[in-house]
């Protein structure tokens, strides 16, 4: 701690301070930093460190400098002591568990921290409220009505629906709920959505993920996959069949960018595409008449398309 004194002695205008350091006990002294930081507007720091008495070490973190005037917080987990929120998750699940060894407050101050939240049943048993989520994650099947409790769903721009899907009239309620919705994630049966008899349609979705598998019955028809999302600019796709990926190109009619990941590239393939791309994507009708490049990076092939073309070749 007497080289950080020293250190920022030499530094009366600094106004913004983060360190990541592993250090000694020392540097963890929250009435020496005290001292040394009334100037600093912000202080965020990340140290290694073994503390034996921990909450011995944060009792000099929890002075009135520190909570009342600054409002600084921080917390110690597995030889790890930081800034929270700022070096808090900003991912979590359900089974999200407050910091044990924390100076904060309430817990609050991490739940606003959080821009992406992994839900699923057990969610009708939280009381926690998380503002600043724009990413949720659903493992099975939620009623959103318990979901807006939790998450403002008029700011969730990217959905991801990890479970099994059998009822895609409900998804597509679900999602007009949803009005900054513009990136959904669909991690099981996309294919399923093929067979659906309603006129469903997803106009709101601009980037869509799809990681499926595709049954041999349904691989003629992946075509209609860009009428139940017309506005679709952006697609990632998984599969081992490059066909698949040509059908997806012509659906999606308003595809600018792809990127399609094979579960499985042969010896053959491998050789091929890495000089000639565009051989993984070969008989795609859309790209007979526009502008577009492609690039092979194992096991990726990504897809620009007309105006894309132009920001990838600079």
């Known amino acids: ?6 250190m920022l002695s030499t530094l009366p205008l600094l106004k913004h301070l983060e360190l990541h350091t592993e250090c000694a006990i020392d540097l963890v002294d929250g009435f020496r930093w005290e ?15 073994h503390l034996d008495n921990v909450e011995q070490t944060l009792d000099s973190f929890r002075t009135c400098y520190w909570l009342t005037e600054k ?50 049943a057990s969610t009708a048993h939280i009381n926690h409220y998380f503002p600043n989520v724009r990413t949720l994650k659903l493992n099975d099947v939620c009623h959103f009505k318990t979901i807006s409790s939790i998450v403002p769903l ?15 009239t409900m998804i597509s309620d679900c999602i007009e709920q949803i009005p900054s919705l513009h990136t959904l994630s669909v991690m099981n049966n ?24 595709w049954p041999l019955n349904v691989i003629d028809r992946i075509e209609e ?28 009619k308003h ?21 000639k791309p565009e051989w993984a994507i070969y008989g795609a009708r859309r790209l007979r008449v526009g502008k ?9 092939i990504y897809v620009w398309i007309d105006e894309q073309v132009g920001r990838f070749q600079k």
């Open 71 to 120: 409002r600084w917080f921080v917390a110690y987990k597995r030889r790890r002591f930081f800034s929270i929120p700022y070096f808090g998750k900003t991912s979590v699940s359900m089974g999200f568990r407050r910091h044990v060894f924390s100076t904060a407050i309430n817990d609050q101050i991490c739940f606003d921290h959080v821009t992406a939240l992994e839900s699923s």
């Open 154 to 168: 008029n700011q969730i721009t990217h959905l991801i629906l990890s479970y099994w899907i059998t009822n895609w």
């Open 292 to 300: 577009f490049t492609c690039h092979f990076s194992e096991p990726y």
């Open 35 to 49: 001292s040394v930081s009334h100037d600093l507007v912000t202080l965020n720091f990340y140290f290694i460190v």
């Open 1 to 6: 701690m007497d080289e950080m004194e020293q």
């Open 225 to 252: 996959l860009g009428r139940y999302f017309p506005s679709v600019e952006y697609l990632h796709a998984t599969s081992y069949c490059s066909s698949i990926f040509v059908r997806m190109i012509d659906g999606f």
């Open 255 to 275: 595809l600018s960018n792809g990127s399609f990941m094979f579960t499985r590239v042969s010896e053959i393939q491998r050789k091929d595409w890495s000089v």
């Open 190 to 213: 996309s294919s399923e959505l093929l067979e659906c008899k309603q006129s469903i349609y997803f106009k709101q979705i601009k980037t869509l993920h799809i990681d499926a598998q």
